[in-house]
């Protein structure tokens, strides 16, 4: 079958993505990636496909210029709530939330590159249409060309938890005093060719997701198709010194590739952090942009300073990771059974998915308001003499590894594509 993956030029959202492609490439059948200019070098690295369309959004710039809320202190609404039980998350909040999300993130992201991923679809008429969560034009041009479509997850599924409560809210509002703004919006999407809005456009047939059963959010309404996390950074080179064995315990801090290029910057002083590491008894590897490290006035003679390496390679020579809380970085942490401590930003899905992580005992956790470079180093000691820590993050990986590979999955995507296929 044909296969299009989806997405906006976004890195990040595109790489957890990559080795369910190659398993697909490798059955046998025809896999694209569809993306915004931007992405083409990136998606190139892989090895797979790419098909340029659209142009380029504008989000980052226009959130630099404007400043929506600010990324170092502010979470998404109305995806904040996606934690809190149902009778905790009222219709204000999640209406007002969606009135603020909807035009400065979806309609930015996604309409520059609809009505060319449209195209390319009926042109190319694929059989199952792979998109990430706020890549709605990928669903819009599913729908187009009759294809079955589906979200991959890359964290916790902050948008279909939301997205249920609100529909159950809004069928609840007396006289039907109540506007679906995302429905009209993907509505005027698809009218513009020739389709009419249906609920699988906010969230897909199914939805494939790696993370285990128990760190799923309740009252999502989907189906999901599991998935085992392959870490995967993109393209990777191997530095000599990685190849030894450590001389002693290694720790990574790793705060972020996006946080400064995108996000304006670290949650908590880089240099405090460092400072307040100084003189324990350990190898602090640092992955750190090199203009970053140009900034420090000094750098203690237990660190190590790189602007980049595999994370996949790095992680498994670690006794402790210290990360921001991003989806990927996490899974990959768990998948090599590292203990790690999290510092999350505030932005978007990263304090939930911290306050899952901890919940599984697999964790230690510091909200980035009350991270200072004393209480980390702290945290950090403790964890490592922490055995509960160690067995919970052993008993999570367990979990993840238990899902069916990439591979495994391809007979059942084959199988959904087959049963889902519009008939007429």
């Not at 901890?358 to 909200?367: M, N």
Request: with cysteine; aromatic share 6%.
């Amino acid at each position: 079958m044909r296969v299009l993956i989806a997405t906006v030029a976004e890195r990040t959202n595109f790489l957890g993505m990559v080795p369910l492609a190659w398993a697909l490439r490798t059955a046998g059948h025809e896999v694209r990636v569809a993306s915004q200019p931007r992405l083409t070098d990136v998606v190139a690295d892989t090895g797979l496909t790419m098909v340029p369309v659209g142009r380029d959004h504008d989000f980052w710039r226009v959130m630099r210029t404007h400043q929506f809320f600010d990324p170092l202190r502010d979470s998404v609404p109305p995806f904040d709530l996606a934690g809190l039980p149902d009778d905790e998350i009222a219709w204000e909040p999640l209406q007002h939330g969606y009135r603020q999300v909807v035009p400065w993130w979806w309609r930015m992201v996604n309409e520059p590159m609809l009505d060319d991923l449209t195209a390319l679809c009926r042109a190319w008429r694929p059989d199952l249409v792979i998109w990430e969560p706020s890549t709605f034009a990928a669903a819009v041009a599913a729908k187009a060309c009759g294809a079955v479509h589906a979200r991959f997850l890359w964290g916790v599924d902050v948008f279909a938890r939301v997205r249920h409560r609100y529909l159950r809210l809004l069928e609840a509002r007396p006289g039907g005093d109540g506007e679906d703004v995302l429905a009209r919006w993907l509505r005027a999407c698809a009218a513009r060719h020739g389709e009419t809005f249906s609920e699988d456009l906010t969230s897909g047939h199914f939805t494939l997701d790696c993370l285990p059963g128990e760190m799923r959010l309740p009252g999502t309404g989907v189906e999901y198709v599991p998935v085992r996390y392959i870490p995967y950074n993109g393209r990777a080179v191997v530095p000599a010194w990685l190849r030894r064995p450590p001389e002693r315990r290694r720790i990574c801090l790793t705060l972020g590739t996006s946080a400064t290029e995108r996000q304006g910057g670290y949650v908590l002083s880089v240099r405090d952090l460092l400072e307040a590491l100084d003189g324990l008894d350990a190898e602090i590897v640092v992955t750190l942009p090199e203009e970053e490290q140009r900034r420090l006035t000094r750098v203690p003679g237990n660190t190590r300073l790189v602007s980049y390496v595999p994370l996949h390679a790095l992680v498994p020579t670690c006794s402790a990771v210290i990360d921001h809380g991003g989806a990927g970085t996490v899974l990959t942490t768990l998948h090599h059974g590292v203990p790690q401590l999290i510092i999350p930003r505030p932005t978007f899905d990263e304090p939930l998915t911290a306050r899952q992580v901890t919940r599984e005992g697999a964790a230690r956790s510091i909200p980035s308001g009350r991270a200072t470079g004393e209480r980390v180093r702290a945290e950090l000691e403790a964890l490592l003499a922490d055995e509960e820590v160690r067995l919970g993050t052993e008993r999570l990986r367990r979990r993840l590894l238990d899902l069916p590979a990439p591979n495994d999955v391809v007979g059942v995507l084959e199988q959904l594509a087959a049963r889902r296929r519009p008939t007429g």
